[in-house]
């Protein structure tokens, strides 16, 4: 079946940028999402493409899409303690339109 | 507005039983979704609803169903539980506007299956 991956973890300085990547297998994949989980706390809608998309930006993040690689990246600027958190990648899509997500990628920023 | 609210928070269960979850999306959002979020398997996605129609199912057994009511309100219903079963259950109410798309999750309900 489709498969998500993503590193399990990521560490950076305060300040730095941060680069999360994912790759997927769903070729026919529709929409990919990143989402946001802080310890304890429920799942949060960061950002999504659209697959005819190859970069969207919103603030402090930027998401890039390489359709013909299935690598989908998120890029957060100034990286803040307040990003910690687990950073999941999503595609939805093809035959079957089911969410697959990643397992998650744990952000550790440190001052 | 309110977000999206779910009942109960937390819940204990002995195998063999049923359990039903609730969950109210934001005020305006037809479309309801749920998944589970477990240490092994990680999130995955169980059902979607929208405007009282199952419109995608994931591959859970049939013991997992759900519907949703007029209102949008959804239930999640786990028959004859299992210890695999203990896992926070997320539900989420989402929209779609022509391009524009907004999805907000509840904060999950703990359920403990001993």
């Known amino acids: 079946g489709e498969d998500v991956e993503q590193s399990l973890f990521l560490s950076v300085r305060e300040g730095d940028s941060s680069v999360i990547n994912c790759t997927y297998t769903d070729s026919s994949s529709t929409y990919l999402y990143w989402y946001k989980q802080e310890p304890g706390a429920g799942l949060q809608l960061l950002t999504y493409i659209f697959s005819n998309m190859d970069m969207k930006q919103d603030q402090r993040l930027t998401v890039l899409l390489n359709k013909k690689d299935k690598h989908l990246s998120l890029r957060i600027a100034d990286t803040q303690t307040g990003d910690s958190a687990i950073y999941f990648c999503a595609e939805r899509g093809g035959g079957s339109y089911i969410p697959t997500f990643g397992r998650g990628t744990s952000l550790i920023v440190h001052p | 507005k309110a977000g999206v609210t779910q009942t109960p928070r937390y819940l204990i269960k002995t195998r063999g039983q049923q359990v039903t979850l609730s969950c109210s999306p934001i005020s305006g959002h037809r479309s309801v979704s749920w998944y589970q979020q477990t240490p092994g398997q990680g999130l995955q996605f169980l059902f979607e609803y929208f405007s009282e129609t199952q419109r995608n199912k994931g591959n859970f057994p049939g013991r997992f169903s759900g519907r949703q009511f007029s209102n949008s309100r959804s239930e999640m219903n786990v028959s004859t539980l299992e210890l695999g079963d203990s896992a926070l259950y997320l539900c989420?109410?989402?929209?779609?506007?022509?391009?524009?798309?907004?999805?907000?999750f509840g904060p999950g309900t703990r359920l403990t299956v001993t």
């Open positions: 989420a109410s989402s929209s779609r506007t022509g391009s524009s798309y907004e999805q907000y």
